[in-house]
């Protein structure tokens, strides 16, 4: 049996069309024949459009499965280091305290599920829901090694920027239908933040685009794989491309939306137990994801010494990434939201034009061949 | 923005204690603010009218549990004057020692609060691991971390024991180099720190001296005044140190004076056991007090901390008042608060450093 290896989607579209397709056989070696009673089951069974759903339903289920860990593994990692930082040891439950996020994820899972009274209830429901979507959907965008991704759209940049950017919508929604002021705050506090800080993004995204032409990740890995890692020419949109993510995954000194000493804790006050716990995973999520786009982008993705699989790499170079957004958080103090806003249109937003004009220049020039 | 009244308080995580501040705001600006206070209110001052006068040292430990020590020194203070005890010269010594590190292990207590209130737990966890110290110290003095019951009427409990001059330089040493080394890098380098802290909170002279206000928080807004050295108690006289006073009067001058207050301390502790003889640390005092008043304030670390005692001839104080300098400090927040941010109330009241123990009482 010869299986499809070269995506993700394709893979287990040909495991499970292989798999439905064994069943069929068994049921009619069993004799479930044309005139059994069970014989329309035996052909929904082998339909191509059953196999199509199931394969897209395994697909979504392994994503949510590798979402929840990945979320895991950097709290844990973030725990750790964070804990260097300051001078502790910082978790220690189980093999390296890998086991302590694991004993909070089943302690939020069993805690009672309490919705605010005056909460507007289905849009309270539905923000999480939203917010959760949108984070675990860039998880799928984002492709590991050459042949492992979920989806290889041609324009898959844009489409997960897109889908990144549909985030302050459901903090607005879950401020607002939380029925308290600290959500309400915190929550267009986020909207805020997060609309200003696209722009800057969008623009180092926009000169990654001119140098390589394509908006397509496994072309741009290949484009950097042939010539230059872009965080070499492209340095300072790397920089600007590093705060704005890390303003973009609301993480210290820009974790406004969710500062704990003014606001409790933003827009996720009213949320408790397993709603909470989602929450936090899907932010460590963005996060995670902000940096496998900036080692996509900036450091060549999957490319590296072949003594290790890519998508080793590809995870290696995010993790570094992150772990400069932990030093960042030890070092930080959270700043304020005009000194925020100001800082984004006075000095990044410079910055990326900047990067801009030094991709176009490198470009008409052809420096180096690119 | 329609405005609204926020209640920061009395269970929110950027007030340290029971204590709440309604603001009222327009967007985030704040455009009126209310300190509500009495949540922690515990009938002290009527408590203690029922307690022998060595009965009281224990409980006024509890007034403060960042400073318990100057509390009880004051009370020992008050009873002392009213008593006319004289306290032997080492006990003097061994008071200003111990109350200055005190004051080092409360200015600690306020720096990693004023940590997580910018969301900062690095400063939070190194301003606790260096407290730690200094807890160490006192608990090897005394038996106890953080409520003391050390202070006697008549001199303090017991001597240090052994090494504790070794000890004590040791950790002054280290939190020495921390100050200038760790601590300068992580906040008065820090643009992220200066933005919140600098230019906001500010607190004029004039409203000042005319609320009140006292201590390291009447320090930063360029008052020179101090009352170890103006009004000098214990062994103070003979100690040359430094006033720090700021200029500026917000949030980041209030930082900078305690900052330097802490170097300060340690200036003074070092000097105290220069200065230290030997001799007798306790004198027996009466059990009974006679007819009469005294008041006695010291330099808490939080500001001007007064005991008034009323004595009836029995073992018993007939009213015993407190002064406490956050109970009048907290009356400035809405002088500090208005015109700026919501987002900078943490920074404004987190250099005022709280303590709602003694606030409410």
Request: hydrophobic content about 50%; aromatic content about 14%.
């Amino acid at each position: 049996m010869m299986f499809d290896y070269s995506g993700l989607y394709q893979f287990l579209y040909s495991v499970s069309s292989w798999l439905l397709w064994e069943v069929g056989r068994i049921l009619g070696f069993i004799g479930i024949d044309s005139g059994n009673i069970l014989y329309p089951i035996r052909q929904f069974l082998v339909d191509p459009q059953f196999v199509y759903f199931v394969a897209l339903l395994l697909t979504a289920l392994i994503y949510l499965v590798a979402a929840l860990l990945f979320g895991i593994q950097f709290i844990w990692m973030e725990r750790k280091f964070l804990g260097r930082f300051m001078d502790r040891r910082g978790t220690s439950v189980g093999f390296l305290g890998f086991f302590q996020n694991f004993a909070d994820a089943f302690k939020v899972l069993l805690k009672a599920v309490i919705t605010p009274k005056d909460a507007d209830k289905r849009v309270y429901q539905f923000a999480i829901f939203a917010i959760l979507a949108v984070s675990f959907m860039l998880l799928g965008l984002v492709p590991w090694d050459i042949n492992w991704y979920a989806v290889n759209v041609p324009l898959a940049l844009l489409l997960g920027l897109a889908v990144f950017s549909l985030a302050p919508f459901a903090l607005i929604l879950a401020g607002w239908s939380s029925n308290n002021k600290y959500t309400l705050i915190g929550g267009i506090r986020g909207a805020a933040q997060l609309i200003a800080y696209e722009v800057p993004l969008l623009l180092v995204v926009v000169s990654v685009i001119v140098m390589t032409g394509t908006l397509n990740f496994n072309e741009m890995v290949a484009w950097q794989q042939g010539n230059i890692i872009l965080f070499i020419p492209l340095f300072i949109g790397a920089l600007t491309f590093f705060i704005a993510g890390v303003a973009e995954s609301e993480r210290v000194p820009f974790d406004l939306p969710e500062a704990e000493a003014e606001l409790v804790e933003g827009w996720q006050t009213e949320y408790g137990s397993l709603g909470w716990g989602l929450v936090m995973c899907a932010d460590y999520l963005r996060a995670f994801i902000i940096c496998a786009l900036f080692s996509i982008l900036f450091l060549g993705g999957w490319t590296g010494p072949t003594f290790l699989p890519g998508s080793v790499w590809m995870l290696a170079k995010a993790a570094l990434v992150f772990f400069f957004m932990i030093w960042v958080r030890a070092a930080m103090v959270r700043i304020r939201t005009d000194q925020l806003l100001k800082f984004c249109w006075n000095r990044l937003l410079p910055l990326a034009v900047i990067n801009l004009a030094v991709a176009v220049l490198i470009k008409i020039y052809a420096v180096g061949g690119w | 923005m329609t405005e609204m009244w926020v209640n920061m308080g009395p269970q929110h995580p950027f007030n340290h204690g029971l204590w709440n501040l309604r603001v009222k705001l327009d967007g985030e600006k704040v455009i009126d603010a209310e300190p509500v206070v009495g949540y922690l209110h515990r009938g002290w001052e009527k408590m203690v009218e029922s307690r022998d006068y060595q009965q009281i040292i224990p409980m006024s430990d509890r007034l403060c549990y960042c400073s318990a020590l100057t509390w009880s020194h004051v009370y020992v203070g008050a009873v002392e004057k009213l008593m006319e005890v004289e306290v032997p010269e080492r006990a003097q010594w061994i008071r200003v020692i111990t109350i200055e590190i005190q004051r080092l292990a409360s200015h600690l207590m306020w720096l990693a609060a004023v940590g997580t209130d910018l969301g900062s737990y690095t400063i939070f966890l190194y301003a606790m691991r260096e407290r730690e110290l200094f807890l160490d110290l006192l608990t090897n003095l005394t038996g106890a971390r953080m409520t003391y019951n050390y202070m006697r009427i008549g001199g303090v409990r017991n001597d240090f024991p052994e090494n504790f001059e070794r000890d004590t330089l040791r950790a002054c040493d280290l939190l020495e180099k921390r100050i200038k080394g760790e601590y300068y890098q992580l906040m008065d380098m820090n643009s992220a720190f200066r933005l919140r802290t600098e230019n906001n909170g500010y607190l004029s002279k004039e409203d000042a001296m005319n609320l009140g206000v006292t201590g390291p928080n009447m320090r930063g807004s360029n008052v020179d005044f101090d009352l170890r050295r103006d009004d000098p108690y214990e062994k103070y006289d003979e100690v040359d140190f430094e006033v720090c006073v700021e200029e500026a009067g917000d949030s980041f001058a209030r930082y900078r004076v305690r900052m330097r207050e802490m170097l300060v301390s340690i200036d003074i502790i070092r000097q105290g056991f220069q200065k230290i003889r030997a001799g007798p640390v306790r004198v027996k005092a009466p059990r009974t007090a006679p007819v009469g008043t005294a008041f006695y304030h010291v330099e808490d670390p939080r500001g001007e901390s007064l005991m008034y005692v009323i004595g009836d001839g029995t073992n018993q104080p007939y009213r015993l008042k407190v002064r406490s300098p956050i109970f009048v400090t907290v009356s400035a927040a809405p002088k500090m608060c208005i015109g700026y941010k919501m987002a900078d109330i943490p920074a404004i009241m987190g250099t005022v450093d709280m303590c709602v123990g003694e606030t409410d009482r």
